[in-house]
């Protein structure tokens, strides 16, 4: 997978705080209470939750999220190009995709 670079900086050095998974879509809320939300095609996988974003891999439905420990939150997007969100604790865009 590349790295999606528009998305990694903005990430990098985020810490999650808070982890929640519905059928079709994860919300990933860091501690400057901004929020990602992933549109997904089929189930979230189990995560823990905490950690820090070190950068975002993209490659066609194909998204990951890896973390500064070196874990990985593997993702499949509903819609590539189009299921990705990220709003800072304001609710404004940081960016689409």
């Known amino acids: 997978m590349a790295l999606n670079r528009k ?3 903005i990430l990098r050095g985020r ?3 808070k982890y929640e998974a519905r059928p079709g879509q994860l919300s990933i809320t860091f501690a400057d209470g901004s929020c990602l939300v992933v549109r997904l095609a089929g189930e979230a996988p189990p995560f823990s939750g905490t950690g ?3 950068k975002v ?3 066609g439905d194909r998204f990951s999220l890896v973390l500064e420990s070196g874990s990985r939150l593997e993702l499949t997007l509903a819609e590539p190009g189009a299921s990705v969100s990220l709003r800072d604790g304001r609710g404004q865009v940081e ?3």
């Open 95 to 97: 960016y689409l995709g």
């Open 7 to 9: 998305l990694s900086p």
């Open 57 to 59: 891999l993209e490659a």
């Open 15 to 17: 810490p999650i705080v």
């Open 52 to 54: 820090t974003v070190e």
